[in-house]
């Protein structure tokens, strides 16, 4: 039988045809799958950037700390405040302390004001003095005393005086602090030169303060005020200075406690409107004794106080070691 040769042709073709489909799909099929691993990367997030770090912020510059004091100037010590008051020279008039050839006498006057709690202890001994470099000798013949126990609240004013060559340049007084960890502080002598600095009076009266007549319960200890009043010397050596008097309060003691106790005139303090006085340690009769349980020491103690003053009190130091005091009042 013959076959029609169109027939076989067409036949031919459409199975051509057929083949290349197959071709295609596939080929339609694979590129589908890339598409969509295309889509699943495009899908994942970017990782975000990490913030750039913040610059550090540049230290604060430190404050300078001053080296050396001059007149004028007030610094505080823990608690303790320190005025520069003033600056000069030292006249003798006694002409058996005269300084020696070619040395004068200079003197600095600070004023101390304790705004702590606890008790602050001033000595002319913790100062030294320097003429160029030289150390210089301390002169005690001044008489407007620094030495001091300052409670809370009180103050002192006072001069320390040195011998220093007539032709120093330069002089510097070095004060070393009671408190531990203290650096020393320098104050420059500066000539005659004078701040103007006056003491603030303080006129608070103590709310406990005890009065003449009464007895008080101290560490171990009674105390009975006897009697208070102005002790006139008959020594010419011993008189107060112009615009000043002596007062004296006579105490009595009494060992309550079960070992000796010390009783002395060097545990009373006096202040007069807020500011440390002299004490006067030459009567025959001054507080001074050891005494054992259920014995008595009776004695007196004298203090230098202005003419002018309002408030006048004396303050006993009763414990030592937590600067517990009993106070007593004069006026």
């Given at each position: 039988?013959?076959?029609?040769?169109?027939?076989?042709?067409?036949?031919?073709?459409?199975?051509?045809?057929?083949?290349?489909?197959?071709?295609?799909?596939?080929?339609?099929?694979?590129?589908?799958?890339?598409?969509?691993?295309?889509?699943?990367?495009?899908?994942?997030?970017?990782?975000?950037?990490?913030?750039?770090?913040?610059?550090?912020?540049?230290?604060?510059?430190?404050?300078?700390?001053?080296?050396?004091?001059?007149?004028?100037?007030?610094?505080?010590?823990?608690?303790?405040?320190?005025?520069?008051?003033?600056?000069?020279?030292?006249?003798?008039?006694?002409?058996?302390?005269?300084?020696?050839?070619?040395?004068?006498?200079i003197f600095i006057k600070l004023a101390f004001i304790n705004g702590s709690k606890a008790d602050k202890?001033?000595?002319?001994?913790?100062?030294?003095?320097?003429?160029?470099?030289?150390?210089?000798?301390?002169?005690?013949?001044?008489?407007?005393?620094?030495?001091?126990?300052?409670?809370?609240?009180?103050?002192?004013?006072?001069?320390?005086?040195?011998?220093?060559?007539?032709?120093?340049?330069?002089?510097?007084?070095?004060?070393?602090?009671?408190?531990?960890?203290?650096?020393?502080?320098?104050?420059?002598?500066?000539?005659?030169?004078?701040?103007?600095?006056?003491?603030?009076?303080?006129?608070?009266?103590?709310?406990?303060?005890?009065?003449?007549?009464?007895?008080?319960?101290?560490?171990?200890?009674?105390?009975?005020?006897?009697?208070?009043?102005?002790?006139?010397?008959?020594?010419?050596?011993?008189?107060?200075?112009?615009?000043?008097?002596?007062?004296?309060?006579?105490?009595?003691?009494?060992?309550?406690?079960?070992?000796?106790?010390?009783?002395?005139?060097?545990?009373?303090?006096?202040?007069?409107?807020?500011?440390?006085?002299?004490?006067?340690?030459?009567?025959?009769?001054?507080?001074?004794?050891?005494?054992?349980?259920?014995?008595?020491?009776?004695?007196?103690?004298?203090?230098?106080?202005?003419?002018?003053?309002?408030?006048?009190?004396?303050?006993?130091?009763?414990?030592?070691?937590?600067?517990?005091?009993?106070?007593?009042?004069?006026q």
């Amino acid at each position: 039988m013959k076959i029609n040769r169109q027939i076989l042709v067409a036949a031919l073709l459409t199975g051509a045809l057929a083949l290349v489909g197959c071709g295609g799909s596939s080929s339609d099929s694979g590129s589908g799958k890339l598409d969509k691993g295309n889509q699943a990367q495009e899908q994942v997030a970017a990782p975000e950037p990490e913030p750039e770090p913040e610059p550090e912020p540049e230290p604060e510059p430190e404050e300078a700390v001053q080296s050396v004091y001059r007149v004028g100037d007030t610094l505080d010590d823990g608690g303790l405040q320190i005025v520069y008051v003033a600056s000069g020279e030292h006249v003798e008039e006694n002409q058996f302390l005269q300084p020696k050839d070619g040395n004068k006498y200079i003197f600095i006057k600070l004023a101390f004001i304790n705004g702590s709690k606890a008790d602050k202890g001033i000595s002319i001994y913790n100062f030294e003095c320097y003429a160029d470099g030289y150390a210089a000798d301390a002169y005690y013949g001044g008489d407007d005393s620094l030495s001091a126990t300052l409670s809370s609240g009180r103050s002192t004013m006072g001069s320390i005086y040195f011998e220093v060559p007539a032709d120093a340049s330069e002089i510097e007084i070095e004060y070393t602090p009671t408190s531990l960890f203290s650096d020393k502080i320098t104050f420059a002598f500066e000539g005659e030169a004078d701040s103007g600095y006056v003491l603030e009076a303080n006129n608070g009266r103590a709310e406990d303060a005890v009065s003449v007549g009464e007895t008080v319960e101290g560490t171990g200890v009674a105390i009975t005020y006897l009697s208070c009043g102005t002790w006139e010397s008959d020594n010419m050596f011993a008189e107060p200075k112009d615009g000043y008097h002596f007062v004296s309060l006579e105490l009595e003691f009494e060992n309550t406690g079960s070992s000796d106790a010390i009783v002395s005139s060097f545990s009373f303090d006096c202040f007069a409107d807020g500011a440390a006085c002299d004490a006067v340690f030459y009567r025959d009769d001054d507080l001074s004794a050891t005494i054992s349980p259920g014995r008595k020491a009776k004695g007196t103690v004298t203090f230098e106080v202005p003419d002018d003053a309002e408030v006048i009190e004396v303050e006993y130091e009763d414990n030592y070691w937590t600067s517990s005091r009993i106070t007593f009042t004069v006026q």
